[in-house]
Nanobody
Framework: QVQLVESGGGLVQAGGSLRLSCAAS????????MGWFRQAPGKEREFVAA???????NSADSVKGRFTISRDKAKNTLALQMDSLKPEDTAVYYC???????????????????WGQGTQVTVSS
């Protein structure tokens, strides 16, 4: 059974911080690439950040300098530290995992095989 379970979402004021976590189990454990995507109301899901097994990272321009992705291989967890949050960061955030240990982990959704159910992040102005 493949499972990715996100946690840590919530309501925060603009300028605040949140830390999202994703716990991987089953076939989703020890995946080469793991990433975060988000979907705002009325918009398509978009790439946020990703990290490869070897430690390479990739992030969207909109979150660079504010969001930091990390993973704990021993615990099979993925984290997204979100600082200086803006109202436009409001979305459902999804954890994803895929095969392929890229130097720069991919941004395309099609590269990720397993997905979590999502956690809501709401940033008030």
């Amino acid at each position: 059974q493949v499972q990715l379970v996100e946690s840590g979402g919530g309501l925060v004021q603009a300028g605040g911080s949140l830390r999202l976590s994703c716990a991987a189990s089953g076939r989703a454990r020890n995946m080469d690439s793991m990433g975060w995507f988000r979907q705002a109301p009325g918009k398509e899901r978009e790439f946020v950040a990703a990290i490869s097994w070897s430690g390479g990272t990739n992030s969207a321009d909109s979150v660079k300098g504010r969001f930091t992705i990390s993973r704990d291989k021993a615990k099979n967890t993925l984290a997204l530290q979100m600082d200086s949050l803006k109202p436009e960061d409001t979305a459902v955030y999804y954890c994803a995992a895929g095969y392929g240990d890229y130097v720069v982990p991919p941004r395309r959704e099609s590269e990720y095989r397993y997905w979590g159910q999502g956690t809501q992040v709401t940033v008030s102005s």
